[in-house]
């Protein structure tokens, strides 16, 4: 069966660490996948997508890899603050169709 | 800029009313718009996409009758809750996208409360 597994525990770290977080993916050949941040009561906001043909992927604070041959993408923010609380989803696409969804990983960084 | 505007944010009614719910987007053009619906610490579930002039489609198990929508233009859908029931009550989130292999952009959800 196809599944999108991200680490159900939250992750708590101090400020100034990096974060990195796990999407596992089975059964699926994505042509691209992509990262959100959701606060509570809010809609998903975009952050990266990255392509198959890509390894890595950066955007200030943010970098996401790639890697089709373990299938599993890593998210790391460096240099965390206490703004970046919040549930991570990673969420992929076969190609050109419809998004589908891991459960999120709930980030917490106390300072 | 890549806006998504949903509308109301919260809704209160009572069994057997209709919801509709509105989705623009603000500063771009939608080719495609997506219906999802999210339970409590649980994923997203796609429940339809919309292409605007044509017919939604429609997630296996989601009753096309019950969740009607509507893509009139580029920038505009809408879900319509027909009949609500208390296992209706969820948070739906609808999101926007210029074209295939783009992000998708979400709306801020509304939460759909049924007495």
């Known amino acids: 069966s196809q599944k999108i597994e991200q680490n159900s525990e939250a992750l708590n770290i101090q400020e100034g660490k990096t974060a990195t977080l796990t999407c596992n993916y089975t059964n699926y050949s994505p042509a691209y996948l992509q990262w959100y941040r959701q606060d509570p009561g809010r809609g998903p906001v975009f952050l990266l997508l990255i392509r198959e043909n890509e390894k890595e992927k950066r955007k200030e604070r943010l970098k996401v890899t790639f890697d089709t041959t373990l299938k599993q993408s890593l998210f790391h923010i460096t240099a965390s603050q206490p703004a970046d609380s919040a549930t991570y989803l990673c969420?992929?696409?076969?190609?050109?169709?419809?998004?589908?969804f891991g459960a999120g990983t709930i980030l917490r960084v106390k300072s | 800029g890549a806006v998504v505007s949903q509308h109301p944010s919260r809704v209160i009614c009572k069994s057997g009313t209709s919801v509709k719910i509105e989705c623009r987007s603000l500063d771009f053009q939608a080719t495609t718009m997506f219906w999802y619906r999210q339970f409590p610490k649980k994923s997203l579930m796609l429940m339809a996409t919309?292409?605007?002039?044509?017919?939604?489609?429609?997630e296996q198990g989601v009753e096309k009758d019950k969740f009607l929508i509507n893509h009139a233009s580029l920038t505009l859908s809408t879900l319509t809750v027909t009949s609500a029931h208390p296992e209706d009550s969820s948070f739906y989130i609808c999101?926007?996208?210029?074209?295939?292999?783009?992000?998708?952009?979400f709306g801020d959800g509304t939460r759909l409360s049924i007495l």
């Open positions: 999101s926007a996208r210029r074209q295939a292999g783009q992000p998708q952009h």
């Open positions: 919309s292409n605007e002039g044509s017919k939604a489609t429609y």
């Open positions: 969420a992929l696409s076969e190609w050109g169709n419809k998004l589908v």
